[in-house]
Structure formats: structure tokens, C-alpha cells
């Protein structure tokens, strides 16, 4: 995992973006160095796609033109994060190695001409790609240009899942280790329904497109054993490089954006947590799940400060409408990804590409050149990063957790589940927005770690739920943890069988409820909640109901109409020190804040008084506290704090006015 010995030799807080000077001649690169250093990089990635130019055709290497573009960068100062190119193999490979191609699950063949990497089960792909790392850092694992190795390039985007014949032999080979019988596997999946019991290891495939629905759980090992062979392409090339050079070595995730892949088991894997964000255009308030985004690549790298790989500086190509930044918007959000405790704010790209599939993809250096706003943003967010350098390595606490649990997301995200309303990225969005607008900082974790310094802690979307993690669960809460559960929780288990004991079975000591039955909502159904906590109120929900029956849970809503009529709606228990609450329908956002404010109560977890639309978090140093300030609002709010405005140089006492859209970094050292 991360640790402070690992972060890159780089002075202050990184700065830069992917630069792929192979697309430029040489006298660009010169006047780029040179706008760089106006701009304030200090590093930069590169060769991420440059396979077919380090290596020309099978074993031959032309390191030159890498060579001039590290000196050259060095000469300047500029650090270099050194790519592998592992992401797009060359044209080369695909013709001597047909059978590499990826297959889908209807099975279609892949072709070339697009990014993404081959068969991570083929055996001539890894071979490859050990190469070209073993070349690389045998090459360079002495260029004092070089402080960072980035293995790949997201991995699972867009090539996650494949199932040609090498992934089927490798599949097999998996579940071979995993099981060890067929009897274990017949077990696990329940082969017996629909008649799919298997005598011979080599009747198992992949689970292709069939007549009808496949096996889930075998959809859900499938999903686990792609996530094991991407890794295992990770480990294979992190171990090349690690064999020659000393430099940490990442690879960039896609947190809150693709699910192919568990972060958790990936950050093991890492030296440093890396991340790249792009803002879903089609999302008014992109800065929550920008903030969620930012908080999940803390909570997997244990706490420690990581690294914003890519984003924009303002529109993206790739989504059906692509909005462009706002003026101030890369500020912040680049200093929202600082706040939530990234030490490196990167960009893709340096320069906008001419030709290819991503030339309207904005760019430090848009087409419209240096004369654009965008550039003069640039600078200006150069300028004020290196007014922060003490702001490194200080971390983000929090006192509240959200579980998030991507095999759950797999298992749920599979057919035949009883709504399509119920959507655990939209359940877990409720909930931190809540939060997010309640100015609670959240750390994300897994049902089964260690939650004892959590005061709070939210299953929004726990689909699947083992045994084992239930009972961590319980115990949280018996020793007086507050714990929140949402509907369509504690369903399954690990191989996506329900648990014996029926719906929330696991959780019963710990809510003190059962689920008889679900009542899912027609489409656009709504319905309303009586409310009889500390502030009665009517609420208003829609999608979901459920047929509840409390053991022992005291009822806080009763439903009002819909087919749970009469029935508990939200409940709270008490158990050991602590209380588990259950609540089994999808609230409006101002219904869960009614309910969340009992929560906190419960919790003893106060909300923020900051003014609405003033994004508020807070880093903690040796010797002083760092309070970031991110103003969403048109005008001008208000923030209570003391101490040193950091990009200003002004004394602060009491009070600073963060202007609209502004954003604002307050030191306050600590006494004691």
C-alpha cells in the first residue's frame, strides 16, 4: 500500500499531465518545455501509448527519440511518470498473435485500431508485455528524470471481461484452485436448478450469451476471475520493473466511474493509489460524485495521500453531450481532489491532439493555444498549487463510513433482480449527498475491515453480505457503533444464494427486523411516510416497499399507502451499546435528511454550519490543520475559520469570504 517512502522524489504538490510529444516534432517539444515551466509543471506522464514506437516489431527496441524527451525534460526540471505502453498493443502483435484478440460475450472477435489491451489470459500478451517492462526499466531506471512507473492505462477500460478460448482454459484453471472439486463448484453454484451440474472440469466455459439467463454465480466468479487476471497482468509487469527499479509504481484507477474492476484488492497491489476523474456532463452537480470519486481513492489507499491522475481541464469527448468547464471549474475541481487528500493533480492532456479519436478532448494547451482562457486557467492553477506545498502529505479524517463492495455491485448488477429502480450507485449517491450537503466527511470501507473508529457507519446498497461480514457488522454495532441499512441489503451471500433464514437474515440480531416480502413500486409509482421521529413529518418515497416485520426494532415510520399500507416503514434497534437502523424504502432528498437527523443524533455526529453550496474538508498536518474551501455558489459565502488564507498570504480572524465560485485554503496551526 501506499507509505510516505514511496511517494515520487518531487518537490511540493505534483503538477502536469499525459504529454505524448510522439504526436509533435521536435521544435514543439522545446516550446512546450518551456510553457510548462511558465505553468508550473513539475511532471509530466509519458509513453503511455507508445508501444509500437519502443518497440518496433517483436523484440526490437528504439529507445531514441524516449531518450532526447527524458533529457530534455530533466534539463527543464520537469519530472517524468514513465508509462508502460501495455494498453494498446501495435498492429505488430495483433498479426503475429491473432488468437490474443479479445471475444465478447455475444462472440464477436475484436479488432485492431481502437485502445485496449488483449486476452489478459493470453500467454503471448503476457510474455509481451513483461518485455517491454523489463526494457523499459532496465533502460531507465536511472534517469534522474524518472520518479514514478504507471503501469497500463485503466485497466478494464474499455476491455474487462473475455471469452475466447484462453480465457475459458484459464477460467477452468481458476476455479480448479478456487473449489478444488466439482462437488464444491456444484455446491457453490447451485448447479442443480435448471439442471446444470457439471461431471468434467472441461464442460465449464465462460458464461456466454445463452437462451436465457446464465448461472449468476457464475457470472459473479466470471467477474472475480477477470478482476484476478487484470491484476495478475499488473503484478506481472510491476514485478519487471521492480526487478531493475527502485521508483514506486502505480496504475490509474477509475473510482465512482467503472466497476470492472475491486480497487480494495488493487491498492494491496500499488505503492501509490492513482486516479483518473472525468465529470459526467449530464450531472447538474458533478462535484458530488466528483467528491465521492476522490474519498474512495483515499478510503482504498488506507488514508494516505494519492494521486489525481487525469482530468479535464474542461469538456471530454466521449459522452453523448460534452459540456465544457465553466470558468473557475478546473480550480475547483482540482482543489476539491486536494482537499480530499491528493497529493498530485494531474491532467489528460498536455496539449490537445490534431488527429485520432480524442482531438476535441480538451487540454492544457487547447487548440485555441495559449491565448484561451483555458490556458490562463492553467497557469493560474500552477501559480496557486505552489503556494501549497505545505499542504502535502497531511491527511483527511472522517467519522463516518459508507460500505462500498464491488462484488456486491457485480452480483447486483445481474439480471432478473426484482426492480430496475434499485440501482446501488444511485442508493450510495443518496446517501453522501446527504452527507456532502451536511458537510460530514466520509471514508468508504468494506463490511468486513476493522469500523471501530467510526461513530457512523451507512450500507446503502449491501446486496451481498457473508456470514462473516454480517457478524462484523453486528458486533460494530453491539459495541456502539450507529449502523444505517438500506433496502435490498444483506440479500445474498457470497455465492449469490440467499442467505438461509430468508431476506436480512445476517443482520437480524444487529436491526432486529425481518423482510417477509418485497413490494416493489410500477414505474413512477410514488408514496408517502409517516414519520414519527424527533420531528414528525409526512415523507415522501417511491420504487420500493417492503413487507417488514420488526423483532424487537422500535418503528420510527409506518408506510402510509402503497401495498405495505399500515406496515413499518424505517425502524431503529437497539443492540449491545449501539442501534442499527433499517430503512426499506427509496426516501426523497428531504426525507432522508429528516431521517438523518435523527441518525446523527443517534451517533453523536454533528452536521456543519457552513453556508449551503460552500464544500467545507478539512487536512490534518503535524502541526497545523488545513481547511479547504470550495464555493459552488454564485455569490460570494462566508467561512468561520482563523489562522493564514494560503493562496493569499492573508491573516484570517474568525471569518474569510470565499468569493463565487472562488476557492480558498486556510492554515490554522494547532496549540497543543
Known amino acids: ?129 513483461v518485455r517491454i517492462a523489463s526494457a523499459l526499466a532496465e533502460r531507465y531506471a536511472s534517469h534522474p528524470a524518472v520518479v514514478l512507473w504507471h503501469v497500463h492505462n485503466e485497466y478494464g477500460v474499455p476491455v474487462g471481461e473475455d471469452y475466447s478460448d484462453q480465457s475459458v482454459r484459464a477460467f477452468r484453471g481458476w476455479l480448479r484452485d478456487k473449489y478444488g472439486t466439482l462437488n464444491a463448484l456444484n455446491a457453490a453454484w447451485g448447479t442443480t436448478f435448471w439442471g446444470q451440474r457439471y461431471g468434467e472440469w472441461h464442460h465449464i466455459g465462460a458464461p456466454a450469451a445463452a437462451p436465457s439467463v446464465v448461472n449468476p454465480a457464475q457470472r459473479l466468479d466470471f467477474a472475480r476471475f477477470t478482476d484476478h487476471q487484470l491484476r495478475a497482468c499488473f503484478v506481472a509487469e510491476r514485478d519487471a520493473i521492480r526487478a531493475h527499479a527502485p521508483q514506486p509504481i502505480t496504475t490509474n484507477f477509475m473510482a465512482n466511474q467503472s466497476w470492472t474492476t475491486d480497487m480494495w484488492a488493487w491498492a494491496r497491489e500499488v505503492d501509490i493509489v492513482s486516479d483518473d476523474h472525468y465529470l459526467w456532463a449530464a450531472d447538474p452537480e458533478g462535484e458530488v460524485g466528483l467528491a465521492i470519486a476522490a474519498d474512495l481513492s483515499r478510503s482504498v489507499g488506507d488514508g494516505k495521500p494519492w494521486i489525481l491522475m487525469e482530468h479535464s481541464t474542461s469538456a471530454v469527448n466521449w459522452q ?42 480538451s487540454a492544457m494547451i487547447p487548440h485555441a493555444g495559449t491565448t484561451s482562457r483555458v490556458w490562463r486557467e492553467v497557469v493560474e492553477l500552477g501559480d496557486a498549487l505552489g503556494r501549497l506545498d505545505e499542504v502535502r502529505g497531511s491527511r483527511v479524517q472522517a467519522e463516518v463510513a459508507i460500505l462500498w463492495d464491488f462484488e456486491s455491485f457485480w452480483a447486483q448488477d445481474l439480471e432478473w433482480r426484482p426492480s430496475v429502480d434499485v440501482s446501488h450507485a444511485e442508493q450510495i449517491r443518496a446517501f453522501y449527498e446527504r452527507l456532502w450537503r451536511d458537510g460530514i466527511t466520509v471514508d468508504f470501507a468494506l463490511p468486513g475491515q476493522d469500523l471501530s473508529g467510526y461513530k457512523l457507519v451507512l450500507a446503502p446498497a449491501q446486496y451481498l453480505l457473508s456470514a462473516a461480514d454480517a457478524a462484523n457488522l453486528t458486533r460494530y454495532v453491539e459495541a456502539g457503533g450507529t449502523l444505517v441499512v438500506s433496502f435490498f441489503s444483506a440479500i445474498v451471500d457470497e455465492n449469490d444464494a440467499v442467505h438461509p433464514g430468508g431476506f436480512v437474515a445476517p443482520l437480524r440480531d444487529a436491526l432486529g427486523v425481518a423482510v417477509e416480502e418485497f413490494l416493489p413500486l410500477r414505474e413512477g409509482a410514488r408514496h408517502a411516510v409517516q414519520w414519527t421521529g424527533a420531528a414528525p413529518a409526512t415523507l415522501l418515497a417511491d420504487a420500493w416497499q417492503e413487507d417488514l416485520v420488526p423483532s424487537g426494532a422500535d418503528v420510527r415510520a409506518t408506510y402510509v399507502d402503497g401495498p405495505g399500507a399500515g406496515k413499518p416503514a424505517i425502524t431503529r434497534h437497539a443492540h449491545g451499546t449501539g442501534h442499527g437502523w433499517y430503512i426499506s424504502t427509496r426516501l426523497d432528498a428531504a426525507g432522508l435528511r429528516t431521517v438523518m437527523n435523527d441518525v446523527y443524533a443517534d451517533a453523536d455526529v454533528a452536521p456543519s454550519v457552513h453556508p449551503e453550496g460552500l464544500e467545507v474538508v478539512v487536512r490534518r498536518g503535524d502541526a497545523a490543520d488545513y481547511t479547504v474551501a470550495i464555493n459552488h455558489r454564485d455569490g460570494d459565502v462566508t467561512l468561520a475559520a482563523s489562522g493564514v488564507e494560503l493562496l493569499t498570504g492573508r491573516a484570517v480572524d474568525g471569518e474569510f469570504v470565499v468569493t463565487a465560485g472562488g476557492i480558498a485554503v486556510v492554515r490554522t496551526d494547532r496549540t497543543s
Open 1 to 129: 500500500m501506499t507509505s510516505p517512502d514511496r511517494w515520487p522524489e518531487i518537490r511540493g504538490i505534483a503538477y502536469g499531465g499525459d504529454y505524448t510529444p510522439e504526436q509533435w516534432p521536435r521544435e514543439v517539444w522545446r516550446e512546450d518545455v518551456a510553457l510548462m515551466r511558465e505553468a508550473g509543471v513539475n511532471m509530466v506522464s509519458v509513453g503511455i501509448f507508445a508501444w509500437a514506437l519502443i518497440e518496433t516489431s517483436e523484440g526490437v527496441f528504439d529507445f531514441a527519440w524516449l531518450d532526447e524527451l527524458l533529457d530534455l525534460l530533466h534539463d527543464n526540471g520537469i519530472s517524468v511518470d514513465l508509462g508502460t505502453p501495455t494498453a494498446s498493443p501495435p498492429a505488430w502483435f495483433f498479426a503475429d498473435h491473432p488468437d490474443a484478440r479479445v471475444v465478447t460475450r455475444d462472440g464477436v472477435t475484436m479488432g485492431f485500431g481502437a485502445r485496449g489491451m488483449a486476452s489478459h489470459s493470453s500467454p503471448a500478451y503476457r510474455e509481451a508485455i
Open 320 to 361: 453523448p453531450r460534452n459540456v465544457a468547464k465553466r470558468p473557475g471549474e478546473m480550480a475547483r475541481n482540482s482543489l476539491t481532489h486536494l482537499a480530499r487528500g491528493a497529493d498530485a493533480i494531474l491532467f489528460f492532456q498536455w496539449r490537445a491532439s490534431r488527429s485520432g479519436a480524442e482531438k476535441f478532448h
